[in-house]
């Protein structure tokens, strides 16, 4: 996900510090389920926004865009402030750049001619980096490589009980990222902190790498959301899908960790993997019905939840 910050004001994102009009909050060219997300705009809905990048973009892009994150939100009956940091590790992005992502980022036909705050449900770092837009090196040198601090690497797991790391939870997610939050915040109110790969340092490592370094936790939690749509060769019937690394990764997990150590939440009408017998899969769609499922799965495993 990421924060879309658009003004009429070539000299707005300039001093560290933008206020913009509540009705122009998070609103406008944002999905729906985004916009309820965050229409109360709480301190732990503000340090979410905040680990989101930012994209600052001055109406129809006259001069570079740039690439920085949120540091504080002040919030007033008619305004918010925004206090806000640019990140010099990255390259600005010339002028028509945020444009030519219209598709990539869901951009509206008149967004770009409009002063407003989006949050966009898209990997926007992801997305530069395979438009060649920034590399790799500016992502490790960036606020966003160190922004998310996790304990040393537990030891691998090993058979029993009390070999595993019951501190953690591996989470394996596709594009839906609210989704992802909500499983985070849940498994925080625990007590139990998430691990989220894509949130994790690369040092250099390789994605299979990072999986195998970073998956050393006493459980898993695999999020099937309707990422992908797919169909048999000669069928005419498609169905959604997970993405490919979120069944990968949910193979890798339960060779690792074992099937009881490994749960699939499930949004939607969405195609699962039928040749993996005795996996657990929880429906998402009732918020307190998951919550109590995972939970009971967490603790038959060892964790005091």
């Known amino acids: 996900m990421f924060n879309l910050l658009i003004t009429s004001d070539e000299d707005g994102w300039k001093q560290g510090n933008y206020t913009i009009n509540r009705d122009r909050v998070i609103v406008e060219y944002t999905a729906p ?7 109360d705009l709480n301190r732990e809905n503000i340090e979410e926004l905040k680990s989101f990048p930012c994209i600052f973009v001055v109406e129809n892009e006259p001069v570079p865009s740039k690439i920085g994150f949120i540091t504080h939100v ?5 305004t918010c402030v925004i206090e806000f940091e640019i990140d010099d590790s990255f390259p600005e992005l010339p002028e028509g750049t ?8 869901e951009l509206g036909d008149w967004e770009l001619s409009r002063t407003h705050w989006a949050v966009k449900d898209e990997p926007i770092l992801s997305i530069l980096l395979s438009k060649k837009l920034i590399s790799q090196e500016n992502i490790d040198n960036s606020h966003f490589s160190t922004s998310v601090k996790i304990p040393e690497n537990q030891p691998a797991p090993s058979s029993s009980i009390s070999g595993f790391n019951h501190r953690q939870v591996f989470i394996v ?4 990222e609210v989704t992802r939050l909500d499983v985070e915040a849940f498994l925080k109110s625990l007590n139990i902190e998430p691990i989220v790969l894509s949130q994790q340092p690369s040092s250099g ?3 299979i790498e990072k999986i195998e370094h970073y998956s050393n936790v006493g459980f898993g939690v695999v999020l099937y959301t309707e990422c992908d749509v797919g ?5 005419l019937v498609s169905k959604y899908r997970a993405r490919q690394n979120v069944v990968f ?14 749960a699939a939440l499930v ?5 699962t993997p039928n040749d993996i017998s005795g996996v657990v899969y929880i429906s998402i769609e009732d918020t307190q019905r998951w919550k109590e499922e995972l939970r009971k799965e967490m603790r038959v495993v060892g964790y005091d939840v």
């Open 267 to 271: 949004k939607g009408d969405i195609e």
């Open 231 to 235: 169909m048999k060769k000669g069928s």
């Open 98 to 105: 945020i444009n030519a992502l219209r598709n990539d980022v």
């Open 173 to 176: 997610h596709g594009h839906d």
């Open 249 to 262: 990764e949910h193979g890798f997990l339960i060779g690792k960790l074992t099937r009881q150590r490994v």
């Open 33 to 39: 389920e985004i916009v309820e997300r965050y229409r």
């Open 74 to 78: 002040r919030v007033r009956t008619k």
């Open 205 to 207: 490592k390789t994605i």
